[in-house]
C-alpha cells in the first residue's frame, strides 16, 4: 500500500511539473524616429519550455482616448513562428498623427499552448 501512495504522489508531482509555463516578454526598449516615422521597438522573450512562439504586437493611444493604430504592417520578430531570444526587434513605420500622441506599446509572447 506504501508503495501505491509513494507511486501515485510521484505522478501527480509530475503532472503538475510538466504545467505549461507562460512565455515571458522583458526589457521592452522603444525608439522613435518622428521624422522618419519609424518605430524600433526592441525586447527580450523567454520560455521554460523553448517552444516555438507568436510574437504579437500593438499600439494604442493615451490610456482612455480608445485610439488603436493598425500594426499590420510591422515586420521584424513579429506573426509566427518566433523563438526566445535576446534582443528581439519589430520595425513599425507610422503616419505622422502618431508623432503628436502619448503612446502604449505592448508586446506580448504566445506558445499556444494554453490561456496567454
Known amino acids: 500500500m506504501k508503495a501505491f501512495i509513494v507511486c501515485v504522489c510521484l505522478c501527480l508531482s ?4 510538466a504545467q505549461n509555463q507562460k512565455p515571458q516578454v522583458s526589457n521592452l526598449r522603444v525608439n522613435v524616429n518622428d521624422s522618419a516615422g519609424i518605430m524600433y521597438v526592441y525586447f527580450d ?6 517552444d516555438t512562439l507568436e510574437i504579437l504586437f500593438s499600439v494604442n493611444g493615451e490610456p482612455g482616448s480608445g485610439t488603436v493604430y493598425n500594426v499590420s504592417g510591422a515586420t521584424g520578430n513579429i506573426g509566427y513562428p518566433q523563438f526566445a531570444g535576446t534582443n528581439k526587434m519589430i520595425e513599425y513605420y507610422f503616419d505622422t498623427l502618431i508623432a503628436s500622441d502619448r503612446i502604449r506599446v505592448t508586446v506580448y509572447a504566445d506558445d499556444h499552448k494554453g490561456k496567454t
Open 14 to 17: 509530475q503532472i503538475s511539473f
Open 45 to 50: 522573450v523567454s520560455d521554460a519550455e523553448n
